[in-house]
Each structure stands twice: as C-alpha cells, then as structure tokens.
C-alpha cells in the first residue's frame, strides 16, 4: 500500500461546480498535510497548507480527518483555470523532514 | 524574491553520456530535495539535505547517480552514466525551518536521453 494515495480521476466538471478531492495516508504519526497544485508542464506549487481544525481560502476549503487518515480539498464554484492536477504532500514526525506526496488527481473544468 | 533555479530548463543527451543537473535553492532555506517526475512513477523523492548535509538518499535509483550540496546556495544531482529510462522531468526544491514545511518548487529540468 502506499504511503499516500489520491483517486488518480479525471474529474471532468462544468463552470461553477463544487468538486472535492479525497487523499488517504496510511502512517499515523504523519504531522502535516499539504495540497500543491500542478499544472501541465509546470513545478508543483504550494496551494495550501491544511491545519487540524481545516482551512478556507477563497472557494478552496481544505479539511483534515485524523480519525480516519484522509485529507480532503473542496473546490467551490470552479473555474477553467482550476484544471491541473492536485496533488496531496504529507510529512510524517516532528521533526517532518520530508513530504511524500501523492500521484495527483487530475481536474479539468469544462466551459 | 528569487525562486528556486535550476539548470538547465532542457537536456537531451545520448546514452552513456554524463547528466549535471544544477540548482540554487532560496536564499535563506536549509533544506534541498531533488524529487524524479515521470507518468508511470509519479514524483519521487531521490534525496534531500538539511544544512548541506545529505540525510536520506533511500530514493536515488542506483549507484549512476549522485547528489552534492558544496554549499547553502548550490546543489548538483549528476547521472554517469545516462540511461533512457533516465528520461523524466528533476524537480529540485527548497524549504525553510521556520514557519511550516511547505517546500517551493524549482522549474524543473526536463531529460531526455536517447
């Protein structure tokens, strides 16, 4: 099983819906989670940090369930320039050195 | 700010021959990574250094490749000697120690070699 694991999609939604991407870690003593967002040809690019108690930013809303190991990202109102792929980053331990990132969920908005 | 660079943004080289990826990391960021992206594999870590010193090297593939951070401002990932299989897009990034653990991303160097 990996480490990290992200439902590879792709989503294909139309202007102006409400999508949400799930990403499952399986260590438990993982410390902190991230969501990068990646477009085609580009470097992964922080999209946001997602704290315990979960985070909104604009129409992304990040939310992290400890009990159940996932980390999830809620996009509303989307837009075409939201397609890319997503990907979910994960640092396990205090001192986290390191973020084992998933393979991504690929998203395109549709006109 | 400056971001993360690397050198060069393309490489296309033969078989056999010997890969110099290069990369200047935030000024100020005491943690480096060099991460492999490919379609099959997703992004993997090779190796990372914390103060310019190598801490885990458990994802570089084999003994063909090889790291070194000589200071705070640069890092070199060598490939001797290249394979087609090497053929992938090498992310460096950066991070600092205060604050979160976000990392910052370089433009990667896309290889290709045939």
């Known amino acids: 099983r990996k480490e990290v694991e992200q439902d590879p999609g792709p989503f294909n939604v139309p202007e102006g819906a409400t999508v949400a991407f799930n990403c499952t870690y399986s260590?438990?003593?993982?410390?902190?989670f991230f969501w990068y967002r990646q477009d085609c040809r580009k470097e992964p690019k922080l999209l946001m940090s997602?704290?315990?108690s979960g985070n909104e930013d604009g129409r992304f809303t990040a939310q992290l369930n400890r009990a159940s190991q996932y980390i999830s990202l809620l996009i509303r109102d989307s837009k075409l320039s939201d397609s890319a792929t997503y990907l979910c980053?994960?640092?396990?331990?205090?001192?986290?050195?390191?973020?084992?990132f998933g393979d991504g969920t690929t998203l395109t908005v549709k006109p | 700010d400056a971001g993360v660079i690397q050198s060069p943004r393309h490489e296309v080289t033969e078989m056999g021959q010997e890969v110099t990826l290069r990369c200047k990391p935030i000024?100020?960021?005491?943690?480096l990574f060099w991460y492999r992206q490919t379609m099959m594999r997703g992004l993997e870590l090779l190796i990372y250094?914390?103060?310019?010193?190598?801490?885990?090297d458990s994802g570089m593939p084999e003994d063909r490749f090889s790291a070194k951070m000589p200071n705070a401002s640069f890092s070199t990932l060598k490939i001797q000697p290249s394979e087609p299989r090497d053929s992938a897009v090498y992310f460096c990034?950066?991070?600092?120690?205060?604050?979160?653990?976000?990392?910052?991303f370089g433009p990667g160097t896309r290889l290709t070699v045939t």
């Open positions: 990034a950066s991070r600092g120690t205060s604050g979160g653990y976000e990392q910052y």
């Open positions: 000024s100020g960021h005491d943690y």
């Open positions: 260590n438990s003593a993982s410390q902190s």
């Open positions: 997602v704290y315990s």
């Open positions: 250094f914390n103060n310019n010193v190598p801490i885990d």
């Open positions: 980053a994960v640092n396990i331990g205090t001192n986290a050195g390191k973020s084992t």
